[in-house]
């Protein structure tokens, strides 16, 4: 048999976030989860987070109990919103969430393995959720699914430009308890699955309180094919301030694909801190922002920098509204917005 020649091989794209989208999911909270103790406070959070979706794009939600997400979400346009009754140990579906690429022109979505950040956190049922929803029919049958449990991969941890780079972070990839990969085979699996050409790898930054190992969706993100937002830490006196300088430079040093041209940087301010109540603090971050069709959600925190931080982001994005959602909730089991949701590329 003769060797599969280059021509001969599945093209396999990743693409970017602010290309057009058909939904987004959200796993809904509910009482056996973390945010037992403070439902109502994060439901109305998720509410309002659901609310921008369904102005401008399709929802699906995974919910322990469809009437009862269906109750609060009754004032919203029902004909936009799909409904998933499944299990669910959390709620952080951007990393239990499927990812698509396009595999010659057409929609995959791949199922990685979530282990909870690296055994961290129970992730039994959160791993299921992918598959359970292709067994549900949730999907068109135009959507093709794709295992890959071989593989832990998290959709916080990756940013794509929909151009064949990604924009990671080797504490998160690099991990023990994920894959336990050297560098080079991280690249070769992240080529092969998502059909990345290059990979750009940041060796700093950091948010104290995050549970992800650094996941590039906290720090640095990309907002066109040439544009980064990333936090920027100007305090010398706070803890993140030389490992997040670090990051910077490297940023700087980053060049556009096949081209010695710089990337175009906005930064975000280092939001002010938030301390949970054993006075530990918590990573909140502007840079956990999502893209939707027409628009960007950024997470807000009641804090001085809010203004700043949209009017930074304008910036990246000067033809999409950005929204400010209250995320004071979502931090205090340490995430934020982006973190909530995965959006899906589908016809």
């Known amino acids: 048999m003769e060797p599969e020649t280059e021509n001969k091989k599945p093209k396999i794209r990743m693409p970017a976030e602010w290309e057009p989208q058909s939904f987004v999911q959200l796993s809904w909270p509910h009482a056996r989860t973390d945010w037992a103790y403070m439902l109502d406070e994060v439901t109305a959070c998720f509410v309002n987070i659901a609310r921008e979706i ?8 995974v919910c322990a109990d469809t009437n009862e997400v269906r109750e609060k979400l009754k004032k919203l346009p029902q004909k936009k919103i799909m409904y998933a009754e499944i299990s669910t140990n959390d709620t952080w579906a951007r990393d239990h969430g499927g990812i698509t690429v396009f595999k010659n022109g057409k929609p995959v979505v791949l199922d990685f393995t979530f282990n909870g950040w690296g055994m961290k956190f129970a992730a039994s049922h959160d ?19 794709k295992s890959r449990k071989n593989f832990v991969l998290e959709g916080g941890s990756i940013e794509s430009d929909g151009k064949g780079t990604i924009l990671t972070t ?17 690249e070769k699996k992240l080529k092969k699955y998502l059909g990345a050409e290059r990979i750009l790898w940041l060796e700093n930054g950091f948010l104290k309180g995050d549970d992800t190992d650094s996941h590039i969706d906290t720090l640095a993100r990309f907002c066109s094919v040439d544009t980064i937002a990333y936090v920027k830490c100007t305090d010398e006196n706070d803890e993140h301030y030389e490992a997040l300088s670090r990051m910077e430079n490297e940023l700087k040093t980053m060049t556009l694909s096949g081209s010695a041209n710089k990337y175009n940087l906005i930064p975000l301010p280092m939001a002010d801190a938030v301390y949970d109540e054993n006075d530990d603090r918590l990573p909140a971050t502007y840079a956990n922002f999502l893209i939707i069709n027409g628009a960007v959600l950024m997470p807000t925190y009641n804090s001085t920098k809010d203004q700043i931080a949209l009017q930074q982001l304008q910036k990246a994005f000067p033809d999409r509204k950005i929204i400010g959602i209250d995320c004071t909730a979502l931090i205090k089991q340490h995430g934020s917005l982006h973190c909530v949701t995965m959006q899906y590329s589908l016809p």
């Open 54 to 61: 369904v102005n401008r794009q399709n929802l699906l939600v």
């Open 127 to 145: 791993n299921q959720i992918t598959r359970k929803l292709f067994a549900e029919n949730v999907f068109p049958e135009s959507v093709k699914y």
């Open 170 to 186: 080797a504490e998160c990839l690099l991990s023990e308890n994920r894959n336990n990969l050297t560098k080079e085979k991280a």
